[in-house]
């Protein structure tokens, strides 16, 4: 078919339109066939070819015979995308493969190349020249060659700081679209509530305040100040909806069992708070099932809720295969064109990859048995954001900008500044840390020792500094380091725990590094237990039997039962995977050149027979006495606490807080009535130090079961030694309310408690 005439001078080019203008007119030139090639994506590496002759994969770019080399080792095929678009599956190109991204063939300048070169294919191939939304991951970072790789969002999460979530979002947009990408999905928004879970290290934690409040942040930092998203950023993608974080028997993409109002008053508060507050641009509905009914064709969520209730604008966009999976895994559908039928009425506009929509979904169209109108209605979602996304006036990447920006010496810095706040101080018995004067030789031990672990959606990295290297670089002149593995991260080899304890024996303290890699926590890797895997924990002990101080580092993606290993160390830190700067940021901890203020997002269960341990329960899930009750105290597991060893919110400092004058004022409001809550902190301590003042509320009685707390306010501050400061809060209907009985949100009459830093006070709603 020939090109449009004149495509210039179309209103659809022209940028001074509007975006409703613009999308009206480009899809009344479209046919069937050009509408659903929107509808689908392909991946970028199919249209992509490898030269492996003379290669070392074992040299990173800066060796020779390296990058040099191997510098046209991937070359695009234009036939391969010429075949693609005529099976109607160039909408939009998910660029990311797993062994393209962790090739360190696949510098900043290639990469770019690449990516210009399918664009520019498809711009020139088409009939209409519509440019693809180039989509890739980035979760903590751009996933691909030569970008910054900052902490998890788990570790993110517990600086307790939207503003770093921002930064980090806005740098990774930058790398992003100076490359050639303009859609990431990111960030996920499921509550972290069941560790045994693969993807635990995606989330921001388990509460839906915390994770509201990171979401919006990292929102709005991708995409910039909107209306349209510049050149500086790109779309960001809220997944994966709803509740798949708390799959049933923690294994991924498994049913999730959750009534409506649990999901209402839980799940569904983050990406609410995406729509409404952070103008998200995308949404990704998940794999799972809810009540029998499978997210993919989930009516009632993807068009009632998202759509109709909350006014999402954006388009939805089939977590990878999930279309299909409503034939091959949930059954519901008999053939794949009964799947595309049901996902495209319940308002999925994207089947990623191309499987149930494409041919089927022109044929259904052309014998009656899908409206047009369904079509038009997700091409036009689609459409609107090319028009946002300014991709008809800039299509391309800037491979110059890309090499300037992409991993930079401001980038780093800021990926340094992240994991210093994210780390979390668990204990510290008689001030272990950070490590004196006295201290003139150092063990380091440990399967993560000399490992930088970057976790999932992160590809290979080169000549990064391990927490060994980084402890041996900053140690003081005159004091020794020496290392040695002891153990791997999984298996039953002991043979190098004599060299661990020989090193021990012979040290004045031993930092022991332990916890995961992505090989072992990583998407689909699930487990049954939570403890420090394989021997670690057995290396710790007879460590710990030396009687030597121990400093346990834990690197690790979920959160881990650590019962049996605290009483066995001295103090404990929790890095969890802290990004490309994890190892200078551990050792900035360990020696106090940045005192820690992080504080865990979830709950750290004493087993997994303790699970869920999540603190917002409701004040029947755990079996210990409520005040008011009739209920015998202390019933409880026949062996052991019911709480969690360290809680929500949980964290320590080398300095101390101390807390003083609650007030709540009025003490009585009506139900659409606001109060103040303020709070005295003070640094009480001898060194500068962030504290994070948590408010937590409890609706004493309700006619429905509410959670014994809620978080509904922090603030992060930083005090100097003998400063304090007053911290003030608001209260009303939005965090005061819950769903009643009849489905809505309600704030019923009654005694509220509110709860700050240990201290307590109340008021009441009449």
Known sequence: MAKVKNIRERPWMDSSNTVERRVEDLLSVMTLEEKVAQMGASYFGDFVESEEQ????????????????AGNSYNFNPEKMGKAIEQLGYGLLQNYIWHYFDDPRVNSELYVDLINKAQKYIIENTRLGIPAIITSEAVHGHWAPDSTVFPHSIAVASSWDPSLVHGMAEIAGKEARAAGVSQVFSPVLELAREPRWSRMQETYGEDPYLVEKMAVAFIKGMQGEGPFVDDEHCAATAKHFAGHGSPEGGINRAPMNAGRREMKMMHLRPFEAAVKKAGVLSVMPAYHSIDGVPMMCHREYITGVLRQEWGFRGYTYS???????????????????????????????????VLSYGVNLVRMVREGRIPMALVDASVRRILALKFILRLFEKPYGDAAKAKKVRNCKKHRDFARKVAQESIVLLKNEKHTLPIGKNVKSIAVIGPNADEVQLGDYSGKKFNLITPFEAIKKRAPKGVSVGYAKGCGLWGLDRRGFGEAVSLAEKSDIAILVMGESKDICNEG???????????????????????????????????????????????????????????????????????????LPVSLPRTVGHLPSFYNHVPSARANNMPGTCEEPGRDYIFSPRTPLFGFGFGLSYTTFRYSSLKVTPGKIGPAGEVNVSVKVKNTGKREGAEVVQLYVNDVYSSIETPVKQLKGFEKVWLKPGQERKVEFKLGPAELSFVDINMEWVVEPGKFEVLVGGLKSSFKVE
């Open 525 to 599: 890797k699930d487990t049954h237990d939570i403890r420090l895997p394989g021997v670690q924990q057995e290396l710790a002990a007879e460590i710990a039997a030396l009687g030597k101080p121990v400093v346990l580092v834990l690197v690790n993606g979920r959160h881990l039962a650590l019962e049996q290993v605290v009483e066995k160390t001295d103090a404990i830190i929790e890095t969890w995977f802290a990004g490309e700067e994890q190892g200078e940021a551990i050792a900035d901890i360990l020696w106090g050149d940045v005192n820690p203020g992080g504080k």
């Open 54 to 69: 003379g290669f070392d994969p074992n040299l990173d770019d800066g060796q020779a015979g390296g990058a040099k080399k």
């Open 319 to 353: 977590d990878w295969g999930g279309v299909g999976w409503l034939k091959t895994r949930h059954f519901v559908a008999a053939t794949f064109d009964d799947a595309a039928k049901m996902a495209l009425e319940a308002g999925i506009d994207v089947d990623a990859p």
